[in-house]
């Protein structure tokens, strides 16, 4: 934006006009002098400085040539180190040997790209606790229910069990499915927010809400001292999958026993079962949530109910190979993926990989070839975080 000098004052036009060799240079304010308020102008001149205009000129000229060196030089050294190390590490190298450092370096280059970009394309993977959470949100497939204060809680008698002593002493008196349990509680002050705080807290680890009376020493103590103190999420589910208190599901397996008995499979290890928790199956899986739904629905589940069975799951073993069951089950509870829990029976039936690699004349699948069908299977279930450990074996490798 331009400046007219014709905007300005007089006094400002009077200073700027007239002989250059009486000009002074002023730094402040002099409108009080002007103004007649009776104060001495407090003003910097240039011409009250004890050293010669030519002397600082030539002062400050100097310290801006030093700065000037050391600056090139301090940019001289950082860009020649790198430089001279590449000169020192190739000077002997053929052509061919600096095409194929190149090549290297770049298809690093493209594989780190690709990873960052994997990643921003992949979905996270639900945690055990979110997916927790959203089971005692949602309430699938409860079979006990609290009373408190008239109110219904629809929980699930393995967690619960699992989580605090108060509530496995408590639930072992009402082993019968849907049994209504009248909940006394002796600590003070315990309303229905409260309550299902503690629930949440016992389902997730937190308690889901902020109130101050969880801050309070006294009531955390008395809670404590009635309920117990829970252990960490993943050691009680740990211990759950481990004990399977309370289950109520039994993962079987169709197959094709010619095929097993072709390959010399052991007949033992086809047909073992494993057990589950529906609670469990139906938090991690859309897929089984949707089948233990659908068995709600067409009356099959009254049926187990009636009997005080376990409900059965039959899998189709050349989706889902029956070896990697134990695989599938451990990463509910734990979120962990363990290759070593995969049953080696000799062959799998299931496995189409492991089939054509017998008929090969190889011998066990590798660690990466179970790693991808795992990766496959958990996306047919909708387990991501299955998907996503088979994923991270197969990128680290063996």
């Known amino acids: 934006m331009g400046v007219n000098a014709s905007n300005y004052p007089p006094s400002f036009s009077q200073r700027v006009g007239g002989n250059s060799q009486a000009q002074q240079t002023f730094i402040g304010t002099s409108s009080y002098l002007h103004q007649g308020y009776g104060c001495e ?17 030539k002062k400050s000229s100097g310290l801006a040539t030093l700065r000037k060196k050391f600056i090139k030089r301090r940019k001289s050294n950082r860009s020649a180190d790198h430089a001279k190390q590449m000169r020192e590490l190739l000077s002997g190298w053929d052509v061919r040997d600096v095409n194929a450092l190149v090549e290297e370096y770049e298809g690093t280059a493209a594989l780190k790209e690709l990873s960052l970009q994997g990643n921003l394309a992949r979905p996270d993977a ?3 606790q979110r997916d927790l959470a959203d089971l005692y949100e949602y309430k699938y497939c409860t079979d006990v229910d609290l009373i408190f204060q008239d109110t219904c809680f629809p929980v699930h008698r393995a967690i619960l069990a699992a989580r605090c002593p108060f509530f496995k002493t408590l639930l072992s008196s009402s082993p019968e499915y849907g049994a209504e349990i009248m909940m006394d509680i002796n600590t003070a002050g315990i309303d229905l927010p409260m309550f299902s705080a503690l629930l949440h807290y016992l389902y997730t680890g937190e308690f889901g809400i902020e109130d101050s009376r969880f801050q309070n020493v006294d009531i955390l103590v008395q809670l404590t001292e ?3 103190t829970p252990n960490s999420l993943d050691v009680d589910m740990r211990e759950l999958f481990d004990s399977m208190c309370y289950y109520d599901a039994v993962l ?33 899986s859309p897929f089984f949530r949707n089948l233990l739904q659908r068995r709600i629905r067409t009356g099959e589940e009254i049926t187990d109910r009636t009997l ?13 190979p029956k070896k990697y069951a134990k695989v599938i089950l451990h990463c509910m509870y734990t979120d962990l993926v363990d290759l070593s829990l995969v049953l080696h029976c000799n062959p799998s039936v299931g496995s189409l990989s492991e089939v054509q690699a017998m008929v090969a004349g190889k011998g066990n ?8 069908e795992l990766y496959h299977i958990a996306l047919f279930l909708e387990f991501n975080m299955l998907a996503q450990g ?7 490798g063996p």
Do not use: W
């Open 126 to 128: 639900r945690t055990l």
């Open 226 to 228: 009635e309920f117990g």
């Open 252 to 284: 079987s397996f169709s197959s094709d026993s010619e095929l097993g008995e072709a390959f010399g499979g052991t007949q033992s290890c086809l047909n073992e079962e494993l057990c589950g928790h529906k609670a469990v199956l139906s938090a991690r």
């Open 365 to 372: 699948m590798s660690r990466a070839e179970e790693a991808m």
């Open 41 to 57: 102008s407090k003003l910097y001149s240039l011409e009250h400085s004890h050293e010669k205009p030519q002397d600082k000129k």
């Open 390 to 396: 088979g994923f991270m074996i197969i990128r680290n």
């Open 308 to 320: 005080h069975t376990a409900t059965r799951i039959v899998l189709d073993e050349s989706i889902i």
